[in-house]
């Protein structure tokens, strides 16, 4: 049963997120592309906190213009399990981005991240091995473009029924972000949507318990510091730790 929202709230935000969209081009410069990103990303986790699905969408594809980045889900051969004899067809994701699409932002390097806890199965993989690694490019996103690509997957989640296609999608987009670590709060979310995918999975229910004990766990540690936690932290919608 979805929860409900304060109208006064939700109304209130929904007219601040109104006023700044109609201001965007005076607020941000052609040169602060990716604070335009970070924007329309919180503004797309507010409609979705409110079930303003449309509006959401339209966010989230914006987004996805500013920074120049077209998202698809693809086929690729490959296998999953340790002794499967003939390649499969897999479900992958594909980022292309444009030309020009580069987001000029201020990057620190790569952050510690959490822990990546690997699959102890005796049959299932720990990671997809393609027949052709070469056939997908992997493009090397910075961490606003994998907060980006993280939200993308949050909205197609909610937006698509609980069932067996979507959690492949999700873990599709998953895969893709964990395959090059680089923001505390993107890995974060990109594990705990894994743990929330696999818990239903009899042969990954234990990774996934283990791993969200493990997100829990870095809440203690005093590394890394809080302003490489906070950086992204609105734009990722992280939960809080008791939830």
Known sequence: MEESRLPTLQNLALK????????????????????????????????????????????FSTAAKLAGLQVQLTGALGKRTRFQQGDKAQLVLQVHR???????????????????????DDTVLNKMKLTDPDQLQVVDLSSVEQALVLGLCINRKRNSPKDKL???????????LLGQPR?????????????????????????????LQSLVDQCKV??????????????????PRWI
């Open 16 to 59: 601040y997120i109104q006023d700044v969209t109609s201001k965007e081009e005076v607020l941000f410069s052609d040169s602060c592309r990716w604070l335009q990103v970070l924007y329309q990303l919180e503004a797309g986790y507010t409609c979705l906190h409110y079930y303003q699905y449309k509006a959401a969408q339209e966010h």
């Open 222 to 239: 005093p590394t890394p510091p809080a302003r490489v936690r906070l950086g992204l932290m609105y734009s990722v919608a992280l939960p």
């Open 98 to 120: 444009e030309a020009d699409g580069q987001l000029e932002q201020p990057e620190e390097g790569v952050a510690v991240t959490p822990k990546d806890v690997a699959l102890d």
């Open 183 to 211: 923001d505390w709060s993107v890995q974060t979310g990109a594990l705990l949507l894994r743990c929330r995918e696999e818990k239903e999975s009899s042969r990954r229910v234990e990774r996934s318990m283990m791993q």
């Open 166 to 176: 979507t959690e492949e999608e999700v873990l599709a987009y998953v895969y893709y």
